[in-house]
Nanobody, 126 residues
Framework: QVQLVESGGGLVQPGGSLTLSCAAS????????FGWFRQAPGKEREAVSC????????YYPDSVEGRFTISRDNAKNMVYLQMNSLKPEDTGVYYC???????????????????WGQGTQVTVSS
């Protein structure tokens, strides 16, 4: 059974940094493409990053490009999201998500992801 567990969320001031972690179990991380999504109150869930299983190709929307960095450690079955220069509009619940096995390419659409964590709250406020 695949399980994804996020950690690292919290309250941070604007301009601050956080690193989110996603611990994966029940799968071999190297075969899977992973993404991070977020959902703010009253808004739809949106992709904020993705890292492919093939060549570790990454994707970021314009809203976080240059501020967020996704990475993975296949040996540890971990996926990370480093978030810098945080803004109040980055507030939301952040989810780690995995595509189906051997889906080698990134997608910004949540319906393309088969596995989801429970989410971790990130609040950017002074």
């Amino acid at each position: 059974q695949v399980q994804l567990v996020e950690s690292g969320g919290g309250l941070v001031q604007p301009g601050g940094s956080l690193t989110l972690s996603c611990a994966a179990s029940g799968l071999t991380l190297g075969y899977y493409t992973f993404g991070w999504f977020r959902q703010a109150p009253g808004k739809e869930r949106e992709a904020v990053s993705c890292i492919s299983s093939r060549n570790f190709t990454t994707y970021y929307p314009d809203s976080v490009e240059g501020r967020f960095t996704i990475s993975r450690d296949n040996a540890k079955n971990m996926v990370y999201l480093q978030m810098n220069s945080l803004k109040p509009e980055d507030t939301g619940v952040y989810y780690c998500a995995g595509r189906g096995e051997r889906e080698a390419y990134c997608s910004g659409f949540d319906f393309n992801y088969a596995y989801w964590g429970q989410g971790t709250q990130v609040t950017v406020s002074s």
